[in-house]
């Protein structure tokens, strides 16, 4: 049991378990944009494409009276559709993150000062600072 408590002080101390709280914490916030953008700002849209219609709404009932089974087949595409707005939502921040940090890291390239050059005699590349060919031995100006 010392041994279990240990490791769990070693897990805890390592550090990495503050970043993934934070993780974890944004990630929940992040959560709540991304549902109300779809729930508050796409669903309203998509209601009024399909002239205020209530997919959650549909549903088909088996039978007569109040406790007759109902398929509520609309709640369930309801979340297909929160579903796939949710990914496409997130596929969206994902690739404008992706493109701000491409954006970011790619610096236009430094041409690069040559660090050979050709000897005038054997046409070897030889260092830049060479002042004898290695290949034909000669002198160089
Ligand atoms: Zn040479």
Redesign the pocket.
């Known amino acids: 049991m010392k041994k279990f408590f240990e490791e769990f002080k070693k897990f805890i101390s390592r550090g990495n378990v503050m970043d993934m709280a934070v993780g974890v914490i944004i990630g929940g916030a992040f959560t709540a944009i991304v549902n109300s953008l779809v729930n508050d700002i796409f669903m309203p849209l998509l209601s009024l494409i399909t002239g205020g219609f209530d997919i959650a709404g549909m549903s088909v009932s088996f039978g007569v009276g109040d406790n007759a089974a109902t398929l509520n087949y609309g709640a369930f595409l309801s979340a297909v559709i929160n579903f796939l707005l949710i990914a496409l939502v997130i596929f969206c921040i994902i690739k404008a993150m992706n493109t701000a940090k491409d954006k970011m890291l790619s610096k236009p390239e430094e041409s690069k000062a040559p660090t050979t050059k050709k000897?005038p005699?054997?046409m070897?590349e030889?260092d830049i600072q060479a002042t004898r060919?290695p290949?034909?031995t000669?002198e160089l100006p």
């Open positions: 000897c005699y054997c070897s030889i060919c290949h034909c000669s």
